[in-house]
């Protein structure tokens, strides 16, 4: 691919300093990024992730990150908004894509992107929509809400997997341990019930994932994350083919501010999307 202007577009694997870069970007949309997400996505795949320059500047870039042998995640596709309109974002897309194998690629599309999905291929599974708002503290924590650690690794990764197409370890442990990250479960009669996490965002707080049985699961596990919030904004990725999820967000005073949609390549394992209540980020699903 060429531009008259810089010369060819190259794209290699990107590594993380580039990677903080593209945050920059995401930021510049409105996408709200967590401040400390990019060690915690190429924890999970650091082959994953593509850039493309032009005479060695950033002008494209894209993630394909592996969730196993079967399931892969396509997020931050993104150009320059001074270099787009020559090529530059399918030349980098497909050289992402090529990551993924024979894999099925998942990935949340903003609307005025969707056709553009479908002629490549995703069909769409289901709407999100993105939850903002001050939520206030429970007057009173609920005594089932502990640290993840008290449910221990080996039935948070089971339990996060039984919320997703793919199980994805290697993030998991990297993102409950995170910097700035509140990490948080619901253990009821010593079964594990829900688990949540809070991280700080450019925009505003960033609750992802917050995975429960129930509702009020879930609205345990909610009140709890930000009881040291302050006031502050927080912002929730729900999917709208789960109504409790959508009535929890809604009940709190939370408003919509924009939509995205989850489509997919092929078929997926089945996992239980009525857990869901908050998805972990639209970048790795």
Known sequence: MT????????VSTATLDDWRV??????????????????????????GFFIGRVDGEPVSAVSVVNYGESYAFLGFYLVRPDRRGRGFGLATWRA????????TVGLDGVPDQQDNYRR???????GTLRYIGPLAAADAPDRHVRPVEAAGLKAL????????????????????????HRALARIVDGRLTGYGVLRPGRDALRVGPLFADTRADAEALLDALVIEADGAPV??????SNAQAVALAEARGMKPTFDTARMYTGPTR???????FGVTSLELG
């Open 270 to 276: 089945e996992f239980a999307k009525d857990r869901v």
């Open 96 to 103: 992402g894509l090529t990551h993924a194998g024979g894999r």
């Open 235 to 240: 912002a929730m990725d729900v999917p709208e």
């Open 157 to 180: 990764l089971a339990y996060d997997g039984s919320c997703l197409p793919a199980d994805r370890p290697r993030f998991l442990e990297s993102w409950l341990a995170a910097p700035g």
């Open 3 to 10: 531009d008259s202007a810089s010369g060819r577009l190259v």
């Open 22 to 47: 593209v945050t920059g970007w995401a930021a510049d949309e409105g996408w709200n990024p967590g401040l400390g997400d990019a060690p915690s996505f190429f924890a999970q795949d650091p082959e």
């Open 120 to 126: 490549s291929g995703f069909a769409r599974e289901y």
